[in-house]
């Protein structure tokens, strides 16, 4: 279907639709016509092409500074969907570009029609173009010039040469090649993308740079690429996953779409933010990695694009089900698991869980959602009241590759991405005579805070160690050693329930008659939880502190624990 409106160049008469549609009708064919590019100059106005341009025996041609009606909405409105439509099926496309001369081709790189945002279709779309410079000469077409157009523009050779469909290559790469790019109006940013990236939406003049997030939310309704969420520039007070600008895409030429053969869940904006499902793995307290099927080949070390593995952050709120993106110590993603931390395919599976979330597009107010995070625990009353003159010490066993002891902050914590599945430490204290003998301190995958303690009642003195998974004589039974070990996998707890002494809420616990020496407190990732073990005398919290180096961490305190004094011993 031709253009709206078309001008005659014998005639120098418009030709409107109902004309040229007879016209097709009668001819049985579809008529031909050349597009006129548009140009920038300095002054921001634009002009009309030099009549020396040879016709090719053409009989009409369509450019947007008299062929459009700027002034009635609706056809502004139409024209924009339809463009990139009418230049595919132009004959050719004349490019003039003002600043170049043929006799110095670098004068190329330099040229302003390489920074207009309605160019880049221009460019793309027509099967041919034809540049000339600024005394018309020929320049040659995009073929015989693709390979000095794609290091100015970046853009794919095979998308220039006519050898890759735009199909081929992912959401993120083509908007990385209008990055940069600027228009008379902000809004035109994106409007000028809308056949580059296969979808339409109405014109609102006036929205700024609220157009490009709604060009964003138009491609996920009908593409399921990932890479629209692999740009960088994420701000603290806008931690969505949609990019807030054109800009933050610049980097991403080179991202590609990876194959997940169980196929990717649908997401889609919600009045909650984009709801999705993605695994995620524990990064550090708060904090997920969050899978995306992309990967950028810059970046990677991977030369099969299938074996790359990219993720970013996303950080839990209050709600439960509500995340919003952020920085890790200035890092935005993570676009090869296996240079830093060596992770392969089959190890990220066992470490994440596919989970379904709302991420938060709205603006952020204040930054709680950007504070510091410890992984881990700090040891407060009850654990380290040091004392020079007695040896007891406390043991740090079978801990995960990764975990630190920070001596001041007096902190556990392990560090940002290292592997973490059910265990961050065993303190074994069984040598300092206390009514607890073992510590587990774990979290689970919702980061609810958890310690296991295990009295000297639980066993006998001269009982292997309950929590360390010892292969000694065990005199506890096997049926008890399958209900941790479910618990260390995560699975419901309803195997054997009276096993444990279970504590969450409640500010009064009671032991039972199975096995009353050993406990299991589960804290809320949000309230934490402060318990008086009955029989024991001992109460137990754990609460959210800053320490002093500024980092928010869990605080394991006990009180009324006979034999106080510990030293901290890495075995």
Request: aromatic share 10%; glycine share 6%.
């Amino acid at each position: 279907m031709a253009p709206l409106r078309l001008l005659d160049v014998n005639t120098m008469q418009f030709a409107d639709g109902n004309y040229l549609a007879e016209k097709e009708r009668q001819s049985k064919k579809v008529i031909p016509y050349a597009i006129l590019s548009h140009r920038w100059l300095a002054e921001e106005d634009e002009v009309q092409f030099d009549g020396r341009i040879e016709k090719r025996g053409l009989e009409f041609v369509w450019l947007d500074t008299c062929c459009i009606d700027k002034g009635n909405p609706a056809e502004l409105q139409e024209s924009i969907n339809s463009m990139y439509r009418w230049y595919q099926e132009a004959a050719v496309c004349y490019a003039y570009l003002k600043d170049t001369e043929a006799t110095f081709p670098s004068s190329m790189e330099d040229d302003e029609w390489f920074t207009r945002g309605w160019t880049l279709q221009e460019l793309i779309a027509p099967r041919r173009v034809e540049f000339y410079d600024t005394n018309w000469q020929v320049l040659g077409d995009k073929h015989c010039l693709k390979d000095r157009i794609s290091a100015i523009t970046k853009i794919d050779i095979a998308i220039l040469g006519g050898a890759k469909s735009l199909d081929e290559c992912s959401v993120a790469a083509r908007l990385s090649w209008a990055s940069g790019r600027r228009t008379g109006k902000i809004e035109d940013r994106a409007y000028s993308l809308l056949g580059l990236l296969g979808v339409n939406m109405p014109m609102l003049y006036g929205e700024g740079e609220k157009s490009f997030i709604r060009l964003q939310e138009e491609i996920i309704k009908t593409s399921d690429d990932h890479s629209i969420f692999a740009w960088k520039g994420v701000k603290d007070e806008h931690p969505g996953l949609l990019a807030e600008s054109l800009d933050n895409f610049q980097n991403c030429g080179s991202v590609k779409c990876t194959y997940f053969r169980k196929g990717k869940s649908a997401f889609f904006m919600t009045n909650r933010g984009i709801s999705i499902t993605l695994n995620l793995m524990q990064w550090t307290l708060d904090t997920y990695l969050a899978r995306i099927h992309c990967v950028d080949l810059a970046d990677s070390q991977e030369k099969n694009i299938q074996d790359g593995m990219t993720g970013l952050f996303l950080r839990r709120l209050d709600e439960d089900d509500q995340y919003v993106r952020i920085k890790i110590n200035g890092q935005e993603l993570v676009h090869d698991l296996r240079a830093p931390l060596n992770w392969t395919e089959a190890r990220f599976n066992r470490y994440s869980r596919e989970v379904p979330i709302f991420v938060r597009q709205a603006k952020m107010i204040g930054h709680q959602h950007t504070e510091e995070r410890a992984f881990g625990f700090r040891l407060g009353d009850g654990l380290l009241e040091n004392d020079a003159e007695t040896e007891k010490m406390f043991r740090v066993v079978g801990s995960p590759k990764g975990l630190l002891w920070n001596e001041a902050e007096k902190t556990l914590t392990l560090q940002p991405g290292f592997p973490y599945l059910d265990v961050l430490a065993y303190l074994d204290i069984s040598k300092q005579g206390k009514k607890v003998r073992e510590i587990k301190l774990c979290f689970d995958f919702d980061f609810n805070p958890i310690a296991l303690l295990a009295e000297s009642s639980a066993t006998g003195a001269k009982d292997p160690l309950l929590l360390t998974y010892s292969t000694g004589d065990d005199v506890y039974s096997e049926q008890e050693r399958q209900r941790w070990l479910s618990f260390a996998e995560r699975l419901p707890h309803d195997s054997h329930p009276q096993a444990w002494n279970t504590v969450n809420n409640q500010s009064v616990a009671s032991k039972n008659s199975i096995r009353s020496g050993l406990w299991q407190l589960r804290g809320d990732r949000i309230e934490g939880l402060d318990v008086f073990l009955g029989g024991t005398e001992i109460r137990v919290s754990m609460k959210m502190v800053v320490t002093e180096f500024g980092r928010k961490c869990w605080e394991l305190r006990f009180k009324n624990m006979p034999g106080s004094s510990l030293k901290k011993l890495f075995a």
